[in-house]
């Protein structure tokens, strides 16, 4: 029984074909300790078919819910990303590069579950944070901004002669 996130390959006339997916808040359930809480995501898996290989891009569009790394308040992230996959026949199973994939000699059918959650992964930013608004302000949670700004420790540094003295001897040599 194919799965939810699989193309098959071997039924495939070669030319051009394409499928959709929707990828919503049951698919992140499926990966232990995901970070993404809710999503309204699309991808759009266009196969060229060849006598020798697949050649798939895969493009996932929409936005995911993420906590904000700074006010820990949820907020929507927008996601586009298009990623590139050449699927080859080979004698066994073959993914050590992340942009060619061998499938054995019995495998029919491809399953993109795996490839849609790491693109989406590599298409969130670093440093999740609230976007500004339109003035250019932070749209993080102002209670949590205030009590940060009240723990923020600040450093008064004070000079010390002795630095002095020693950029004397850089200055001898």
């Not at 798939?56 to 996959?85: P, W």
């Not at 989406?120 to 930013?125: C, M, Q, W």
Request: aromatic share 8%.
């Amino acid at each position: 029984m194919p799965g939810l996130f699989t193309i098959p390959l071997s039924g495939l006339k070669e030319g051009q074909h394409t499928f959709y997916f929707e990828i919503n808040n049951k698919f992140f359930d499926l990966f232990e300790g995901s970070e993404i809480e809710e999503s309204e995501l699309v991808a759009k898996v266009e196969v060229e078919k060849c006598s020798t290989h697949c050649d798939i891009i895969i493009a996932i569009t929409g936005k995911v819910k993420i906590c904000c790394d700074r006010c820990l308040d949820m907020f929507y992230h927008s996601i586009a990303c298009e990623n590139r996959l050449l699927v080859k026949p080979g004698k066994d199973r073959n993914d050590i590069d992340p942009d060619i994939l061998t499938l054995a000699a019995n495998e029919h059918e491809l399953d993109l579950q795996q490839h849609f959650y790491e693109y989406i992964y590599l298409a969130l930013p670093i440093q999740r944070i609230h976007p500004e608004d339109k003035n250019g302000e932070s749209t993080c949670d102002p209670v949590m901004l205030r009590k940060l700004r009240e723990h923020l420790v600040t450093k008064e540094k004070k000079y010390d002669a002795r630095w002095n003295e020693l950029k004397k001897l850089l200055n001898d040599n």
